[in-house]
């Protein structure tokens, strides 16, 4: 499943929102050697309770607009999970 999602780094806290169909992350980690792409892969592991191997980026590497793959979930799985955080 394919999930769109804007990067906030350098924030006071880690955190995920949703703002319509697009996913917010704000990271404590800054944008710098991919510190924030891990800290956002890290993060949504942790809170989907998903190996780190089953989320991956695939557009948007070094821009704050990104496109994450996120397997073994279905949207609706997805929704609910994070509805809970």
């Known amino acids: 499943m394919l ?3 804007r990067v906030i780094p350098r924030s006071t806290r880690n955190q995920l ?3 319509g169909e697009v996913l ?7 944008p ?6 891990e800290a956002l892969v890290a993060l949504l ?3 989907l ?4 191997r089953a989320i ?7 821009s704050r607009q990104k496109v994450v793959n996120i397997e073994q ?13």
């Open 24 to 30: 917010k992350a704000r990271l404590t980690a800054p």
């Open 17 to 19: 929102e949703w703002n």
């Open 49 to 52: 309770a998903l190996p780190r």
């Open 32 to 37: 710098v050697d991919g510190a924030a792409n």
């Open 73 to 85: 979930l279905t949207p609706e799985e997805l929704k609910q999970k994070l509805a809970q955080v």
């Open 3 to 5: 999930v769109s999602v």
């Open 45 to 47: 592991a942790n809170r």
């Open 56 to 62: 991956s980026i695939v557009r948007g590497a070094t």
